[in-house]
């Protein structure tokens, strides 16, 4: 069993309800049944979720293989957490602001830091 990659899989999903669920709240604030409307909160927490959704189940592959593959528990638990984080963040970075900002910046940098380790270390596991 992958029990770390399930439970951040666990985790993460419980993260995407939160964001789904602002959508949902925002539909029903801003009377918009399909796309954004003239909502800006709307329009951006579309965009978070997308974001969420466009990265995080690489990501989880990435962690399930990397688990499938040996790999010591202390790494997975440093990518899965790294990933969690950095989806928070971002979340929050882009809440507060669409511009730039020191939690956007996190989880950018978070996410990819996670998926370019993941990578390489699948990578090198390959070729090994």
């Known amino acids: 069993m ?3 990659t399930s439970l951040f899989a666990g985790l993460l999903t419980l993260l995407l309800m939160v ?3 602002r959508i949902i709240r925002l539909r029903w604030r801003d009377r918009v049944g399909i796309g954004t409307g003239e909502s800006l909160d709307l329009k951006v927490a579309v965009r978070i979720h997308g974001n969420f959704i466009e990265y995080v189940p690489l990501a989880l592959i990435l962690l399930g293989l990397l688990e499938m593959n040996g790999v010591s528990p202390q790494w ?3 990518l899965g957490g790294l990933l969690f984080v950095a989806r928070i963040n971002h979340a ?3 809440t507060k ?3 730039v900002s020191i939690y956007r910046s996190i ?3 978070g996410t990819f830091a996670m998926l370019i380790i993941a990578a390489i270390y699948l990578l090198v ?3 090994d």
């Open 97 to 99: 602001t669409a511009g």
């Open 125 to 127: 596991l390959v070729v």
């Open 92 to 94: 929050i970075g882009l």
């Open 107 to 109: 989880g950018v940098l």
């Open 2 to 4: 992958l029990s770390i």
């Open 19 to 21: 964001l789904s669920y």
């Open 76 to 78: 997975l638990y440093a």
